[in-house]
C-alpha cells in the first residue's frame, strides 16, 4: 500500500532544505563541511525510520555525531599506530654519537 | 455563503497561529470547505495541528493518504508545544475507496461521540468546545474512474447529506481539489459539493498569482 | 448413462446454464452442459430486503430467495443475509446491477466473482483436474476430482497446440509492422502471404476444421492476428471457426490503462476463446518466467481459467486464492471495499507507518560475504503469526502482540489468509527440495521449476494484496502487522548475527549480508542458520557466500551508498547482479552484455585482490565494444532501447526522446496508451530518436549518444574501486599510460614508460587525485578510502 507518511529520507531532505538559508551564508569550505556532516547522517536512515521519532531532525543529529565519533575514534587509532612507529625508529648515527660524546 | 480569497503560503512555512479570525471562523459550527486546483491538505495540517495543539480533539479522515505526522511535530514544536500532545488530539483514519471514506462519514456519531479516557498531559486550558472534523483530499476517491460515475455521485450525496448531520453538532471542514482536466465529467462531484456547504474558501497556490479567480455567484 | 474420465479444460456461462469442455486420455473432447444456480447476498433492514423480493418477483426473475447466515470477516461474527440464487448463470451481473440499482445502501456480497470461478469450487473441481464424469446425454448428472491441486506431480491432457505468428522479425504489428502469417501445427508449418487474403482466410479455417487445436499460442494474437482474421473473415462472409464452441462468438476485451501504486499500468486488449485456449506470447504477464507450465499450476490453484490467467497480473490469482477459502469457510466476500481504518492517534500512525527496514549498505568492495534470506518472508510470517484481517486487533481471545505496535493478534484460530497461503508454502516448499535434489538431465525438473516460479509470483503479490485498496480482504492493520514482524525479526537475527561475531554490511527487508574474518565456507554458517531458525521461527537460508561484492555509491550523492545497487560473484562462479544497467529494461542489449561480460571476467577473481587484478581485461574487454560502438558497426537491433510511456503522447511537455517516438508513432496512426512500451533506436541529427517499426533498412545510429551510455555502463562496473568518468574516458580512449592530474608528478617507482592497461595494479593507487587537493572529490576520496578499511 502506498504509504501516508514521508519516508524517512524525504523528512531528511525536507530538513536539509530547512537548512538552506543557513548553509547559503557560510564560507565556501564551511558548506563542504556541512554537507559532510549531513551525508554522513543519511547512513542511518533505516535506523532513523525505525525509531519512528516525532521529530527526525534530533535523530539526524545524533546520527551525524555517531558519525563524527567514529572518525574521531579512527583517528585516535592511527595517531597512536604513528607514535608507536615513531618510538620504534631508532634515533640516528649522529644523535647516538652525541649522545655518547656528550 | 461567503466565498472569500485565500493565498496558500509557501510550503513549509504554517500559517501564523495568530490568524485569529480565520480559527475563529473554523470554530464555528458548520459545513466548510477548501478547495483548489490542488487538494489543499497542508493548509489544514497546519490549522488542525494548532487546534489540536490547544487541546481540541480532532477527527480526521484522511481520502488522500498524505496525512504527513512530521508536519505536525515540527509545527506543534514550533508552537512551542509538546508535539505529542497535538498527535495524541488527533484521531486518524485513512480510506482508499469511495465506500470507505463514505462509510467512515456515515457511521462517524453525531458530535462525534465522547473521547476514549486519555489521559492527556499538560493541555492548553482544558478541551475547549465540541470535537471536530477535518476531511482530507474529499474527492480524490470520488475520482476513481474504476468507479462508475452514477455511483459516485449517488455516494456522494448520501455522504454529504451526512456530513451537514455532523455539522449541525460541530465543526466539518472538508478539502477537495478538481477533478484533472481531461476528465470533465467529474465536475459534478465537485459543483455538488460546493453547492452543500455553508462556507467555502478558494486556494491560489502562489505560481500563479496574476490569475482571475473563479468566482461562482 | 455414460461414465468417462478426462480433463476439465474450459468452463464458462451458456444458454441457461454452464458449458464444461471434457478432454479425454485419447485427446478428444467433449461438449457438455450443466445446470448452476450462482448466489449473491444483501444486507441491510428486513423492509428494504422484502422491497428486494418483491421486485424480483415482479420482473419474474428467474431467482430462488431465501433468508440465510453468513460470516462477514471484519465484523467477525454471522450476519443475517438474503440469498438471491440466479438459476441462469448469465444473468447474474445484469440481476444484481439491477437490484443494487434499486436499493444502492443495502450492502451487497458475493456479487462479482467470476462465473467459471463459482461453478468450478461449487462442484469441488478445478481446471486441469483429472476427472470421472457421469452424464446423460450431454447433460453432466456429476462430475468429481480425482485429483488434487496440491499435488507434486499430475499428469496433463494430451494438447493439440497450433502457433500464430507473423513471418519476419517479431515486431510489433500494433506499431505498424505487417508481414505474412505463419501457423505451425503437428510438425508442419504453413505460410500464408498477406496479399492473399482470401486464401488466408480459407486456409486458416481450413487447418482448424482439420487439425481442431485444443490450444492457440500467438504472438501478437490479442493485438493483431485475432482481430484481422476476424475482419477477413467478416469482409469475404467466410465463417471462421477460432472457437470450438460454433455457438459463441470471440470474446473481446478492449485495452485499458490503469494506475496502480503511483505507475501506470497498461492493460493490452484481449481475444478470447470458448471450448479452446488463445495464449498470447506478448501479452502474457510473466510468462517467460513461468511459461505455460506455471499458466496451469496457477489455473489449478485458483479456480481460473487457464486463458484468464495468462492474461491478468498474479494479484488476481491469489485473490481468487482467498476467495476460494472465504466461500470454503461461509465467509462473505465483500463487493465494494468499504470497511475503513479504524481510528488511530497521530502517535499511533507515526508508530506504525513504516516499511521493512533498509539499510545504507556499507559502501566499496568487500569480500568473503555471506548472503542470508528469509524464504518467502511475508507470506511466512502471515502464517506464523496467523496475520489476517479478522485475527489483527481481535478481541476474542488473549492474543500475541505485534512488536512496536502493541495490538494484539488472535491465536486461537487460523485466519482466513494464513489457512489460504498455508498450503502454498508448505507446496513450494518441496518443490525447492525436490529441485535441489533431481539430477540435471530429470524430465521433471523444467516444469518444476516453472511452477515453483509461479508460486514465488503468487506469494510475492499477496502481501501487497492485503493493504492494497481493492483486494477484498485487504486490511491496512494487518499489513502494518506484518510490516511490524519483519522488522523485528531481522532486528533480532542482526542481533544474533553481531553476537556471533559477524558485521553486517547490508540489510534488506528479508535477507542481510555479513562478514567474519576467517569464515569463507558454507559450513561456517550451518549453526548460524540454526540458531536464527529457532529464535525467529522463520526459516532462512543462505543465499551464497560471495568471492567479491561490490556497494555502489549514489549517482548523485556519492557520499552515500544505495540499498538496491550492487553486484559479486558467488563462490561457484555466478554473479547477482542488482539495480545496475544490466538489470534495467530500458537498457540497450549490447550494453547489457558488455555489463554482464565486464562483470563475468571479473568474477574469476576469487576475492577482492582477484577482483582488482582482473581490471585491466575487463577494460580492454570495454574498450573494444566502445571502439566498435564508435566505429559504428554494431547491428541496430542490439541498441534498441524500450521505454515505457508513463502518459498519453499528447501530454509530454518537455522534448525527450521518449516524447518524440510517442509522437512519431502517433503520427503514423497509431494508437498508444500509458503504460504501453515503445522501442526506439538513437539516430543522428536533430531528429534525435527514432521508432524502431518505422526504421527501414541500415540506418545509422547516433554512436557518440551510445558511447556516453555505455561508458555511464563501465562506470558502474568500476565504481568500486574509486575510478570516477573522466579516469574511464582516459583508460578507455584516451592514453593509456595516463596516470594522474595534470601538473601532478608520478608516485616513486612508477614505470611511466609501460602503459597503464597492462599493469596489474590496484587502480585505486592510480588515478585518483591527490587527497591534499580541496575539491569534490576529497569526500569522494574518503568514502572510498574506507571501503579498503578494516573493521573497527
Known sequence: MGRTLPSITQAFLQEQQSLARFRRALRQEDQRALDDLLGSSRQHLAAAAYASHLLPFEVMLLAMLVEQHKQVLHLQQEIEVIQSTLRDIPADDGDRKREQEG | MQRELVSLPYPDIPLPAADAAMLEALLQPRLALFWGAHTPTRALLAYLTVL???????????????FDGYFVARLARRLSSNPRTALEHIRLSRAFTCFQLAELIKTAPTGLGTQESDIIPDADAGAPGPSMLFVLDMLTTFYDESVPLRDAERLLTNTIAHLKRLASAGPVIVGAREPRILVKERWSLLDRLQVAVDAAWLLRSPEDPGQEQLMLF | MNTFFGWLFDVYASGDGMTVWVIDPDGQSHHLHDTFTPTFYAHGPRQELRSVCQMLRNRGAPVTLRRTERIDLFLDRHIEVLEVGVRIPDLLPRLFRQVADFRPNLTYYNADISLPQRYVLRRGIFPLAYCSIDSEGRRIQRIEALDSPWEIDYPLPPLRTMNLHLSGEMQNPGRGYRGDLLVEIEGNTFHFPREHSRRLVLGMRHLLEHHDPDVLISTYGDNYILPRLLELARHYGIPLPLNRDR???????????????????????????????????????????????????????????????????????????????????????????????????????????KGGLVYTPIAGLHEHVAELDFTAMYPSIMVHFNVSPETVGAKCCDGELIPELGTPVCRHRQGLVPETLEPLLEKRGRYKALIRELPEDDPRLEAYRRRYSAHKWLLVTCFGYLGYKNARFGRIEAHEAVNAYGREVLLRTKEIVEARGFRVLHLYVDGLWIHKPGASGRPDYDALLNEIRAETGLHIGLEGVYRWLAFLPSRTEPRVAVANRYFGAFEDGSLKVRGIEARRRDTPRYIKETQLAMLEILSQGRDAAGFCAALPEALAFARQRLLSLRAGVVQADQLVIAHRLSRRPEEYTVHTAAARVARQLAETGVELHPGERMNFLLVPGPEKARAWELLEGQVPYDSEAYGKLLLRAVESVLAPVGADRSTIEMWLLGNAGYWGPPGALPPPGVDIGTPLLSRGRIPSQVGIRAPSALDRQWSDFVLRRDAFLPAV
Do not use: C
Not at chain 3, 478492449?254 to 494506475?259: F, P
Open chain 2, 52 to 66: 489540536a495543539a490547544r487541546g481540541h480533539h480532532v477527527h480526521v479522515f484522511d481520502g488522500g493518504n498524505r
Open chain 3, 247 to 353: 455457438g459463441e462468438g470471440v470474446l473481446r476485451k478492449s485495452a485499458s490503462s490503469y494506475s496502480s501504486y503511483g505507475r501506470v499500468v497498461f492493460r493490452n486488449e484481449q481475444h478470447l476463446l470458448f471450448g479452446r485456449w488463445h495464449l498470447d506470447r506478448q501479452n502474457a504477464f510473466l510468462a517467460n518466467d513461468y511459461g505455460v507450465d506455471g499458466i496451469l499450476e496457477i489455473a489449478r490453484l485458483s479456480g481460473l481459467p487457464p486463458q484468464t490467467v495468462a492474461r491478468v497480473s498474479t494479484g488476481t490469482g491469489i485473490s481468487a486464492m482467498q476467495i476460494a477459502t472465504a466461500l470454503r469457510r461461509g465467509v462473505l466476500v465483500p463487493w465494494q471495499k468499504r470497511q475503513p481504518e479504524s481510528l488511530k492517534s497521530g502517535l499511533d500512525l507515526l508508530a506504525a507507518d
